[in-house]
């Protein structure tokens, strides 16, 4: 073994600092990129979803050390590791219901980030036992650990009585949050798109009805979206973490432009290169084709819950700072529908550019 001695003679070689020779004190530290440490630990519950991994490679980038609770097997996760340093990702298992392994998730991280959430109901778990129950574990953890900031997300439009009960319980689980953490930062976002989203895949997957007819309920030619991309949502995570005046607040991220369904609807399948036909449906028979295909027991196609939200406008709330207010640009789908929706296209119009590249805007 290398004696005190020696080492205190190669120091000026080497170039240790004189004060401490341990091997940390030769890791990089700052925001110089994924081998630095930007002084960020951070738990992501929720990371191996849609919008989780984009959080995660965020983190991961800059240097962040990531925990990722799982509870479910290793495929599930695998494709996180390569999103940090060679180490920087970890992986925990815990269960939701089970206080103790929350606990053990947060209790060396100073950020945690609650991304849990589905868009349906499970046999296991209820959109209660998911957005509130659950949102009170993680903000109850967290106090007990002492951690420094907490980003729970929520969803646009959540509210006490809307006709959605997944917006019901989003509006329940920030209230329980605010309780017992009341500097947690509350992000809701806007439907959201990106390569693994139920929303764009969702409109371009009914092409298989035929004569281009696209199912909506009645009244949809009043709905309006505002549809936010999830690399956005993930740079706008960033900004929360960096700066410590977000603590406490509320953001509502949405997309820069209102598009009216029916038209955003006829504008991806322009991108697509066929024929559609926006095709209203009386309510009770949208609903009951709905109820039909939950019974599905595997991953359900549509709910009657997802129907609902579905046809509900995105609709901010006045004097509630937004992605500009976190210094993010929003991207306007325009610019990025193509990359997610190209491969709806047939073979012969595969490579053939957009004719027409924007959907009609209201004046």
């Known amino acids: ?21 341990s091997i940390t004190s030769l890791a990089k530290r700052g925001k110089g990129g994924r081998s630095s440490f930007s002084g ?58 089970d206080p103790e392994s929350v606990y053990k998730a947060v209790k060396h991280s100073n950020v945690v980030i609650n991304l849990v959430g589905r868009d349906y109901e499970t046999r296991n778990f209820s959109f209660t036992d998911v957005n509130v129950n659950g949102a009170r574990t993680i903000a109850e953890a967290c106090q007990a650990a002492g951690v420094k900031r907490l980003i729970h997300f929520s969803a646009l439009n959540a509210t006490s009585d ?27 976002p806007a439907d959201t798109y990106g390569h693994e989203d139920r929303f764009l895949h969702y409109y371009a ?57 029916p038209e ?52 901010p709330t006045p004097g509630l700072p937004g992605l500009e207010d976190l210094g993010v640009t929003p991207t306007h789908l325009e610019d990025v529908a193509i990359n997610f929706i190209r491969r709806y296209r047939n073979f012969m119009d595969f490579d053939h550019p957009i004719e027409e590249t924007h959907p009609n805007r209201p004046s």
């Open 264 to 315: 955003l609807i006829q504008y991806i399948y322009r991108v697509m290169y066929r024929q559609c036909t926006v095709t209203p449906l009386p309510r009770a028979l949208y609903r009951f084709v709905s109820s039909l295909m939950e019974l599905n027991p595997f991953v359900p196609y549509m709910t009657r819950d997802i129907a609902t939200r579905l046809h509900l406008s995105n609709t």
């Open 205 to 261: 997957s009914l092409r298989v009805f035929p004569f281009g007819v696209i199912p909506v309920m009645s009244g949809a030619d009043q709905t309006t979206k505002r549809p936010v991309y999830v690399g956005d949502i993930a740079h706008a995570v960033g900004s929360i973490i960096s700066d410590s005046a977000t603590a406490g607040k509320t953001y509502e991220l949405a997309g820069a432009t209102e598009y009216p369904l």
């Open 40 to 97: 960020v630990v951070a738990t992501v519950f929720g990371g191996p979803g849609f919008l989780g991994r984009y959080v995660v490679n965020r983190l991961g980038r800059v240097g962040s050390q990531v925990v990722v609770p799982y509870r479910g097997d290793e495929h599930d996760y695998r494709y996180l590791k390569p999103m940090g340093d060679l180490g920087q990702i970890v992986f925990v298992k815990y269960d939701l219901r």
């Open 1 to 21: 073994m290398v004696s005190t001695r020696l080492l205190l003679q190669l120091a000026p070689v080497l170039r240790l600092p004189q004060a401490t020779r």
């Open 162 to 188: 809307s006709p959605s009960q997944f917006l019901q319980t989003k509006a329940q689980g920030e209230e329980l949050v605010r309780e017992v953490f009341p500097t947690a930062t509350v992000v809701r």
